[in-house]
């Protein structure tokens, strides 16, 4: 499965570097939305991992002291670190910048004039 996930990490990548380069005026019109639904994802991870936590507290005096690793466990299992997430979204965020600007960096006409 994580082979799976970073062939199709890197495809993603390169065809965003590729339209990028190639149509510059495009890319700009789909890095918009590029960037509206990853802050989308981001908040709702955030939220995810903050209601999953009120729900674990509110179920603390339901869960026995012999189960408490086992549920400790299960949270941890669920919930994305928020480090993780953050670092990615800000990686992403950080490469679509790069290749918003890649038209003037690399001197490309861009094809809308």
């Known amino acids: ?41 981001l908040g709702i991870i955030f939220v995810w991992n903050l209601a999953v936590s009120r729900a674990y507290i509110k179920l603390l005096e339901f869960i026995s002291s012999d189960n408490m690793n086992l549920a400790s466990e299960a949270l941890e299992s669920i919930t994305p670190p928020p480090v993780i997430t953050l670092a990615i979204y800000l990686g992403f965020s950080i490469y679509l910048m790069i290749l918003d600007s890649l038209h003037k960096i690399l001197d490309i006409e861009n094809e809308s004039k």
Do not use: E
């Not at 062939?7 to 570097?17: D, E, G, P, R, Y």
């Open 1 to 41: 499965m994580i082979t799976f996930i970073s062939a199709l990490t890197i495809s993603v990548i390169t065809v965003l570097a590729i339209l990028a380069y190639r149509h510059p005026s495009g890319f700009l019109k789909i890095s918009y939305v590029l960037k509206f639904i990853s802050a989308a994802c």
